[in-house]
């Protein structure tokens, strides 16, 4: 079946400092792929998607491309800011409506 | 624009206790579903709608039945509540489209079982 594999945290980064998370997947057929984002205390935001090979989605600073021959679709972002301290996490939705998730990674970003 | 609107926000329930969570969109999505949010384990797909009157089990769907009366609504419910499910609950609704489904999401129902 389907899986997301991301990069365990917690990652800690001082403001200013490049950000890569790593996300890897196991599918079958031509998924779209997301990243969420949680901020504390709050609920899951659409950050970035990208549903088709090549694409790159990108939000707010963040940009990710989705690799179908190494099957990953990594976050990233050149200059973070301590307000981008949250949850981000990995998704992948298939043919059908439903999502799989990674199991998140907490970013602390640092003054 | 409402969206995906959960409620309530916070919950404490006694073990044993019955509840319900409700959702509702305004989107007109026919693709409804709820997930649960655990340290550690990301989210899980507890059950799902693909229209009104139609709705089928997750991945984790033991302990929680739902019902899909109209498009906009998609309550879920606890009947005999316990520690295990003290988790975060996210109510989402799926907008097709030829170049890829996006899922929006609820802001969450924060519930505590003691």
């Known amino acids: 079946g389907d899986s997301v594999t991301q990069m365990e945290g917690p990652v800690t980064l001082s403001e200013e400092a490049f950000l890569t998370i790593n996300c890897t997947y196991t599918?079958?057929?031509?998924?779209?792929l997301f990243w969420y984002v949680q901020y504390p205390g709050e609920g899951l935001q659409l950050l970035l998607k990208?549903?088709?090979?090549?694409d790159k989605g990108s939000n707010k600073g963040f940009e990710a491309t989705y690799r179908k021959e190494t099957t990953s679709f990594h976050l990233e972002k050149g200059s973070v800011q301590v307000s981008d301290s949250a949850v981000y996490f990995c998704?992948?939705?298939?043919?059908?409506?439903?999502?799989?998730f990674g199991k998140g990674t907490l970013l602390t970003v640092n003054p | 624009n409402a969206g995906v609107t959960q409620t309530p926000k916070f919950q404490v329930l006694k073990t044993g206790q019955s509840m319900t969570l409700q959702c509702a969109q305004d989107?007109?999505?026919?693709?409804m579903s709820w997930y649960r949010q655990d340290p550690g384990m990301g989210l899980r797909l507890i059950h799902y709608?693909?229209?009104?009157?139609?709705?089928d089990q997750g991945e984790v769907p033991n302990g929680y039945n739902v019902s899909r009366s109209t498009t906009e609504d998609f309550p879920l419910r606890l009947l005999s509540a316990a520690p295990s499910q003290t988790s975060v609950y996210f109510c989402?609704?799926?907008?097709?489209?030829?170049?890829?489904?996006?899922?929006?999401f609820g802001e969450g129902s924060w519930l505590t079982v003691v």
């Open positions: 990208a549903t088709k090979a090549d």
């Open positions: 599918a079958t057929g031509y998924p779209s």
């Open positions: 709608s693909v229209g009104a009157g139609i709705t």
């Open positions: 998704a992948l939705g298939g043919s059908n409506y439903k999502l799989t």
């Open positions: 989402a609704s799926t907008q097709r489209a030829s170049g890829g489904n996006t899922i929006y």
């Open positions: 989107m007109n999505h026919e693709y």
